[in-house]
């Protein structure tokens, strides 16, 4: 069973991995995306050493015993310190001053964390007492071996001291950018930090318990484990985030407007543009691109209707969708739907009122995100039975008026 939950996790955080790289391909300017290369791809190591059959399996390959749980806390401590090398870079973005003062900081953090490690190693070769495998209680089985003992103190402190830097300062850093997919990305990496602390505090515990002859197996060897699958599934998850939430977003925004964008290129397809190849064999490419475009398309048709719509036609509009409980943004996005809709209705029967609108569109915010998502409110109103009401009042308007 653990082979086949770490092996999944390894996947999963294998496949972020990739993800990133392929980004930090396209931006290798980027010295922070290249950074979270390097701590996501350490995360996906240890879980692939955690599961035991790799864990044999390298070992018998190597001929050392416990070699994997080497590279399985190389590869945290890797993470550990390119946290701390972010961290840096972060505080040091304010003038020239402080990035110079962060780089040199940066510099001196990885040598003091290379040398500690080199020491760790060195004490668990030397310290090393049998040579029998112990992929799930290492820590337990050596507990009164004080070389290997030594190895683990120096390991908990240096991943210790690197989480609880990052789970205190990912929440400060985090307010800074507002409601962005960053600012929620870095306050879930800040709780799987924690729950990094968390798998510290167990260990530790369990080793004075060893010492003091109180057998804790179940702390070290069980809940420690448990707490940091956890917290590298939340470190994982918040690294995903500024990435997978804004195609998430877009993937809903394009679920909501494609039947209004349809609707609406299905009456002026000259304003439409050939999707790219892979676009239309995979429905997860270009997700941003491609909802920027159904909006530009869906404001261009209304540029274009402008005048096959009455001047008064989204005032109408509005009295009626009040009338109707409308309030609102709701009743901002009716009144366009009501609007397009007769737009497209006067367009096909070829007939053109006079006054005609200046616009179609009831609100631009200016922010590029809620005018998408006033055009997607305007996509769940735009079939509502009382936008069918609010056409035909204006029909009967247009008509009384000779129109």
Not at 92 to 119: N, P, T
Not at 160 to 181: D, E, H, K, M
Request: proline share 4%; with cysteine; aromatic share 10%.
């Amino acid at each position: 069973m653990f082979d086949v939950v770490y092996l999944c996790f390894a996947l999963a955080a294998w496949t972020i991995t990739g993800y990133k790289c392929r980004a930090w391909l396209r931006d290798r300017g980027n010295a922070d995306l290249g950074l979270t290369c390097v701590m996501t791809a350490a995360i996906a190591t240890v879980f692939l050493f955690s599961a035991p059959s790799i864990y044999r399996w390298f070992d018998r390959l190597t001929g050392v015993a416990n070699l994997a749980m080497v590279f399985l806390y190389s590869s945290v401590v890797l993470f550990a310190t390119g946290a701390l090398v972010l961290l840096l870079r972060w505080h040091g973005r304010h003038s020239e001053r402080a990035r110079i003062r962060a780089a040199r900081r940066a510099r001196v953090a990885v040598a003091v964390i290379a040398v500690v490690w080199a020491v760790a190693i060195v004490c668990f070769a030397v310290g090393r007492p049998d040579a029998v495998e112990h992929p799930r209680d290492f820590s337990t089985a050596y507990a009164h071996a004080p070389g290997v003992v030594a190895f683990l103190v120096l390991y908990l402190a240096v991943f210790g001291s690197a989480a609880g830097a990052l789970g205190v300062l990912c929440p400060r850093y985090a307010a800074r950018l507002g409601r962005t997919w960053l600012a929620r990305g870095l306050r879930v990496l800040a709780v799987g930090c924690w729950g990094g602390m968390f798998y510290c505090l167990c260990k530790v515990v369990g080793f004075f318990c060893s010492w003091a002859g109180a057998d804790q197996r179940w702390l070290s060897n069980g809940v420690a484990p448990l707490s940091a699958s956890v917290a590298a599934l939340l470190v994982l998850v918040g690294f995903a985030m500024p990435a997978a939430g804004p195609r998430a977003s877009a993937w809903r925004r394009l679920r909501r407007l494609r039947p209004l964008w349809r609707a609406v290129a299905d009456q002026a397809p000259e304003v439409t543009m050939d999707e790219p190849g892979w676009s239309r064999w995979w429905p997860l490419a270009d997700l941003e691109w491609r909802a920027n475009r159904q909006m530009a398309e869906i404001r261009d048709v209304q540029r274009a209707i402008r005048r096959y719509v009455e001047a008064d036609a989204l005032d109408t509009a509005r009295e009626l969708g009040a009338a109707g409980g409308l309030a609102d943004r709701r009743l901002d996005a009716f009144a366009e739907a009501v609007a397009l809709r007769r737009g497209l209705c006067n367009q096909a029967a070829g007939q053109l009122p006079d006054p005609s609108a200046n616009t179609l569109v009831v609100t631009v915010s200016g922010e590029l995100a809620e005018e998408h998502e006033h055009l997607a409110r305007v996509a769940d109103v735009y079939r509502l039975p009382l936008v069918d009401d609010a056409l035909a009042a204006l029909r009967d308007r247009s008509a009384a008026r000779g129109g």
